[in-house]
Each structure stands twice: as structure tokens, then as C-alpha cells.
């Protein structure tokens, strides 16, 4: 539109931004420097308080404020251009201060009034191409930002122009950049010609980019209409936020699923994913409190590797008797025998315990922790989450005697020989094992050395495991190299392996208990070494069942 330019001394003020300050310079007579303040929030004005614009273009008096207004008119845009697509900044101050009828006042720009309700209004022109006032805000910690203010048509003349206002932010990442358009937050015509009336507000959340900003600038702009631009104040401005958002803690406790009292299983990590990763580790009680959660939903899931004890040959045993209907395994134990993960009970899975004892590479999940729940989550963590607690097992512990406090079992030396050497350890009562001393023949033919057995009748013996050390340089195991054949362990499942050189495990599990006395097991070596000479052979680690009885006593010859 074409309008009527009021000469300012030649005067206008240039905001210039440096490295360290914000200035700005006014270029006539004199300049004056200006720091910029930053508003905390909450912050409110109305305008009702004339003196704190008293000059033309100059808003001095209202610095620490934080509030500005720009002409726009080193900022051309068309005529009619959407205010929405208008980001670019002016530096062109700007404000006509003292003003009395906007109705007389026919040149653009930004302008206080002091009418019966005061305000600071905005008209744009062939000039003022897009003026708008900016308020600058701290909004370090703070969320939800939201900014209310009054649009007035405070011009009763006729013209009727298409006056839109748009809200727009930027913060101190690009305080010399673009604005972001606050969409929800336009009019598109904040005017009605021939009347003064009408009044539309703005209520508008900023986006989440303007949060936690230590320089916020929200500016409210107008640009050049086409035909006649009225004048609209920018009145009772407010700008809330909320505080942070409370942030909850998820505690809880986690035990172990099979004992047969309340056991705590420590050093188990829990993940919680979400918009901020955060893990923790269970403490020796089984105790764990997550904290720190950012916004939005997480999920919290126990993982743990270590401490993997407590499964032996009575647990395979244990499967077996289940198989057979000798015993029925509860909820928990049948989780735990699964260790073929397959979701069924066979006799495949005590295979695979029986392996997992030997050392024999497989399939299964024997060793492995499982959780329940698997996980546990939350829409959110603004509140606390107390026993929000965790079982743990782990897969092949039937009977569950793991132990947290490390192994099960200690390293205990069984039989022992010195080339020909007996030696003989202290009688308990008990059952008692021995091997014998075995020499290799002449003709080099396969060696068999008998473990044999005192009575065990009533011990319930339902298996037994142990480590066979020999000289690899004279003898290796056969094939088949555990025989229960014409033994006490008949019927029960033996398996052998050779973990590394010179180190035979062995494991023999049933569903019935052993009964009898004599040879328990039968190994079958091939002999490789030199004829004549005898074999050093060390049984270690011997237990049956699961060792707890202290009633097994042995007695080792060569």
C-alpha cells in the first residue's frame, strides 16, 4: 500500500550481534549500546505503564525488559506474503512512541499508544514490510512454554485490509538464523474495517525445541497487507512454562525362583530403554533402584551371564524321573529343565544337562538366566515404582541349589595315585569308591579300569559325576568310553568326554536309585604308550547326587 513517511531525524537503529554481546547502535547524532536482558519465566506485561517507552526508537528504558520492536524494513516482502513464511529477522528498531489515535497515525511500523487501555500495536506498509516485537526468555529447566497475549483492532477507520499475525521462536542455536513458525498459532485476519473492537487471542504450547533454552526469543509478527493496514495491538502478553517433569524411580528386588527359601540374586544388570538408556546392577541383596528417567515410555529388562553354579547330574536325574512320572516338576522347575528351550519336557533336555556338566558342546540353553517377567513397562516414570521385583532362573538348576555365593562344589581330590603308590585317605562312614591299579599289558590291548563301590542301598543314589586325569601320552578313552553294563549303575545313562588332553568327565545319571555293592562304572581306554609301564590316574571332584551329603567317603588306590 502507499503511505505517508513521518521523517525520524534520519534516525534508525541497527541491532548488531557479536561474539560476546548483543548491541544496538542508533546512527544520527549519537548511538547508544543496549544489553540485551533475557526474561525469566513466568513473565507478563500489559503496557499499562507509559513511561517505559518514552523516545521514538528507542526502547531503552524498557532494556531489561527483554522486549523489542523491529520494522521490518530492511526485510521486502510482497504485499499479502502468509506471515507464516516470513522467518527472516530485521535489525531495523523500531517504535513511535507517545502515540495518541491510531486512526491518525497513518505510517507503518511499531507503535506504542497511549489510548485508554495502552498497548504496543504493529501495522505493516510499503516500508514497514513485516514489523513485529520480540521478547526474549530464559527458559533454562522449563517446559511446556506457552505463550498468551491479546490481538486488538484498536483502528476504527474503514480500511478493512487482511491483517494476519503469526507466532514465531528461535533460540540462541540460531538467534542470527531463521524463526520456526508456530502454525496452531495463526490468524489470518485479526481485523474488521469501520470498527475497534475486536479482540482475537493467542494461546499456544512452543514446540519441545524451545525448552530448556538459556536465549528463547518468541517474537508476534504482521506483515504488509494488501490495500489499507490497520493498526493491532499485542496486549496483555504472558509467557508460563511448566517445571521440569517429575522423574520417578523404579526399585525392586530380585530372587531366585527355585530355592527353597528367599534367595537374593545379586550382580544381575537391568537395562531400561527408552529416551535416556539407563542400567543398573542388583546389590548383594538382590536390590535394585533405577533413576533418571527422561520422557516418554520405558522398558526394564534383567539380563545376566555370570554366576552360573549349582547344575549337576541329580538335575538331569530329576528330568529323567519327571519323563517317567516318578516325580512331577513345579512351574518354575519346568522352566528350568527346559533346556532344550523348545517349551517341552524330553529326555532330550536332560541330555543337554548331562552335556553341559561334561563339557559337551550343544544346542541347548542349559546355563542360560531367564526372567520372570521378562521385562516390565511403563508408559512413563514421573512417579515411583516400588516392588516392581524379578525372579530369576537358571536353565539346567532343576533342584535349584544354585548358590550365590560361587560354585557349588569344591575341588576335591578323590582318588589319587603315585605310579605305584597307595594311598589312603581317612574312613567315614559312607559309601566308599576305589579304582585299581592299572598297568599297561605287554601286547598293548585295551585297558579297563573298575571304579567299584561299598553298599548303597538307601543312599538314594540317583547319579554321581567326576574328572578322570590321566597320562595322555600312554592311554586315550575309547569311543564308548564309560561302560554301565554288569555294574550297580546299570540302567542309568553314562557319558564321557574328554574336555581336553588328559582330562576325561564323566557323568551317569537315572530315575531309580543305584542299589548294591561292587563295580560302579567300567572306563575303556586304548593304550598308546610304552609296554609295562604304569598308569598315574587322579579322580577329582567326585560327588553323588549333588555332593551336599558329607556322609560319601572315598578311598583311591592305584
Known sequence: MRTILKKRNNAFILSIFTFLMIGIFTFSDKYMLLVEAHNTIPYSIDWTNTNLITTDNTWSVSSELGVRGYSGSDTPVAPGTDARTFLTQSLVVDVDANETNPDTLVEGGVAEFEIANPTIALKGSDTAHAPYINLL??????????????????????????????????????????????????????????????????????????????????????????????????????????????????????????????????????????????????????????????????????????????????????????????????????????????????????????????????????????????????????????????????VGDVTGNWNPAGPLRAELSVVESEQTTQIEKAAKEGVTVAAQRSQVAADKAGLTVDLTATETVGGEILSYQFDLLYDAAAIEPQAVGCDVAETISRGMTAICHASESGVLKVVVFGATPMSGTGTLLKLKFNVIGATGSTLPLTVKNFIFNEGLSSAVTIKGQS
Open 137 to 394: 526468555m530464559d527458559s533454562r529447566g522449563l517446559q511446556n512454554i506457552r505463550l498468551r497475549c491479546n490481538v486488538r483492532d484498536i483502528d476504527s477507520t474503514a480500511n478493512n485490509a487482511v491483517q494476519q499475525v503469526a507466532v514465531q521462536f528461535r533460540t540462541r542455536d540460531d538467534e542470527t538464523g531463521p524463526y520456526t513458525d508456530v502454525p496452531s498459532a495463526y490468524i489470518a485476519d485479526a481485523t474488521q474495517g469501520g470498527t475497534a473492537t475486536m479482540v482475537t487471542p493467542i494461546d499456544v504450547i512452543l514446540p519441545p525445541e524451545a525448552e530448556g533454552r538459556i536465549a528463547l526469543e518468541i517474537r508476534v509478527v504482521t506483515v504488509n497487507a494488501v490495500g489499507e493496514d490497520e493498526w493491532i495491538g499485542i496486549d496483555d502478553i504472558m509467557v508460563t512454562a511448566e517445571g521440569p517433569t517429575p522423574v520417578g524411580t523404579v526399585s525392586g528386588r530380585i530372587t531366585y525362583a527355585n530355592a527353597l527359601t528367599t534367595t537374593s540374586v545379586p550382580f544381575t544388570t537391568l537395562n531400561a530403554t527408552g529416551s535416556i538408556p539407563l542400567s543398573n546392577l542388583t546389590d548383594a541383596n538382590g536390590l535394585y533402584s533405577i533413576t533418571g528417567f527422561g520422557a516418554g515410555a520405558y522398558t526394564i529388562t534383567p539380563t545376566k551371564t555370570n554366576q552360573v553354579n549349582g547344575i549337576s547330574n541329580l538335575d538331569a536325574s530329576r528330568v529323567a524321573q519327571h519323563i517317567v512320572g516318578l516325580t512331577v516338576l513345579n512351574a518354575n522347575q519346568l522352566i528350568a529343565a527346559d533346556t532344550s528351550g523348545n517349551g517341552t519336557i524330553g529326555s532330550l533336555d536332560a541330555a543337554y544337562i548331562a552335556q553341559f556338566i561334561a563339557s559337551i558342546a550343544n544346542p541347548g540353553i542349559t546355563g542360560r538366566w531367564k526372567f520372570l517377567p521378562v521385562s516390565r513397562s511403563y508408559p512413563n516414570v514421573i512417579t515411583n515404582q516400588t516392588d516392581q521385583d524379578f525372579s530369576a532362573i537358571l
